[in-house]
């Protein structure tokens, strides 16, 4: 994102549309809800602080325009495998709130039988009632907003939720059949240790969710300004970060998780396991997932899609979002066309992040290219993970070994032609990979 490019804006999206509606392939939909009633203070996401319910329910309706004039430059492309409702706090709707936004979907799309629609949920303010109107709506997967079980953890970081919330929220959905429910960790949050984390990992695994995320804390204060009230000096450094992480590959493991991609664990029997095994796990902004729609569309303030190999976001803003919408239909503001040379690596990162493995075979004959040519100085550069026992290169690919999961994406940096050979960027700061 950091260099996509604001000459990439409303015209080429509907461009993109356009040609993307003489593909015939199902689509990803992505919704952002932005509300929240509270910021936590280590949240990263593109958030408005509201607890005026109108106010939401009018936001629902500029969706609902935005829908339709992106349905009306898609044409007769109408399938959808996968919707995701993200935030922000998505149950910050009620249920008429849902219900506006769910009905136009439906009247704008046609849901595959077998389509994954999940949400993210707050236990905190997510309602049995809520959760029995989106089941009635056909959502079949739910998220839940975790990040840790340690009251003193959760009182520096601004987000004090009891374990019997998220025990009750898990209880109504396995109740209502959703599958896949998934739990957020976070590690290198302010006061973890390893004890204290430990301690949430094994309470994670008595409640036994079928997949868990485990991601590392951004500390970009000078980015997002919440993050201001925590203090620095309470972060756990480095290498206690990892530690946190070793200890969540450890514990998950040995409970019978696998490990999937750079920071997913799944139970054997999910489909995200089933899929990793064949080599069929894809990534996408919404997370890991195994429907293949090839492109996403963006709805809501900030939302980012992906169509017709080039992505496309939303405004920021609230009320820019709104008055866009309303001038034009559409509200991108920056995106960025790929070219043959970035098709050609987002293949190849996808690979190794997804499935942990790359097979030059399979490569050379999409791009029809010779691996050791185009890449021969990337190639080189992975000398170093090979000593260092994170990898097995083999005359037919490049297999990432067990050690070398926690650092797939230091593996991966290799082959981004957007950094520095010494990992950085000219452009933005990034978060730390550990």
Known sequence: APVW?????????RSALKNAGADSRPLALYCHIPFCRKRCFYCGCNTCVSNNQSRATEYVRTVANEIEATTGLLGRRTAVSQLHLGGGTPTFLDVDGFGLLLDKLHDSFEFESECEKSIELDPRVTTPEQLDFLASRGFNRASLGVQDFDPDVQEAIGRVQPFEQVQAILKKCRLLGFKGINF??????????????AQTLDTTISLRPDRLAVYSFAYLPKMKGNQLKIDPDQLPDAEMKYQLFALAIEKFTAAGYRQIGMDHFALPEDELSLAQNDGRLHRNFMGYTVQTAPEMIGLGMSSIGY???????????????????????????????LSEDDLIRQYLISSLMCNFKLDYASLEERFGIEYKKYFADEHKRLDTFDEDGFIEVTPSGIQIKKLGRSFVRNIAMIYDAYLHKDGTSPKATFSRTI
Do not use: H, K, M, W
Not at 5 to 13: G, I, P
Not at 184 to 197: A, K, M, V
Not at 311 to 330: K, T
């Open 5 to 13: 490019s604001e000459d990439v804006q409303a015209d080429a999206y």
């Open 184 to 197: 957020d960790l976070i590690y290198g949050l302010p006061r973890q240790t390893p004890e204290s984390f």
């Open 307 to 337: 169509v017709d190999n080039a992505f496309f976001q939303n405004l920021s803003g609230l009320e820019s979002y709104e008055q866009a919408i309303a001038d034009n239909g559409v509200a991108v503001y920056r995106g960025l066309r």
